[in-house]
């Protein structure tokens, strides 16, 4: 009878395209071979199993996150050798005086410089304050004659560094 051939036709193409679709997919290839493996069967499954490999993309995050760790690596190599961190987020060597960037490394040791004093003299200011705070304090002492103006001066020397 043609049914059962038919059936079985189709029983038939439904397997030929999943492992055609399947071995296509596993080869990287975002490509749907169902169809292909449904109609034609073995041939399709052997034009599938000799396409080449292809897992460009893969291949390609594997190498974009190689090539990141490598240049992290050279980035703290030419530190250790005396190269200098650019503003930019680049490392170079010493031997280089402007970064790709174009800041120089003059201009960005002047700037880290700057900012090194800012942070100082505002270091030194919440120090002062706080010399100041105990001073009053021990003012305060001396008023409520907890401690002998000889302690108090004491103290103030201490404090104010003379
Ligand atoms: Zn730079």
Avoid at 68 to 83: F, H, I, T
Avoid at 84 to 98: A, I, K, M
Wanted: hydrophobic content about 35%; glycine content about 8%; charged content about 25%.
């Amino acid at each position: 009878m043609w049914f059962g051939w038919l059936v079985g036709f189709i029983i038939q193409g439904v397997i030929w395209g999943f492992a055609t679709d399947a071995v296509v997919n596993n080869k990287g290839y975002d490509e749907n071979w169902f169809w292909w493996g449904f109609f034609f069967g073995f041939i399709a499954l052997i034009v599938a199993l000799t396409k080449p490999e292809c897992h460009s993309s893969y291949d390609y995050q594997a190498s974009s996150l190689l090539s990141q760790v490598a240049q992290e690596e050279s980035g703290k190599r030419m530190l250790r050798n005396d190269g200098w961190n650019c503003q930019c987020g680049r490392v170079n060597p010493s031997y280089t005086g402007t970064c790709a960037c174009g800041r120089s490394k003059d201009m960005v040791n002047e700037q880290k410089k700057k900012v090194e004093e800012e942070k100082k003299s505002q270091e030194k200011l919440v120090e002062d304050n706080l010399k100041l705070d105990n001073l009053k304090k021990m003012k305060e002492l001396l008023d409520a004659g907890a401690i002998t103006q000889e302690e108090y001066d004491i103290k103030k020397k201490q404090l104010l560094d003379i």
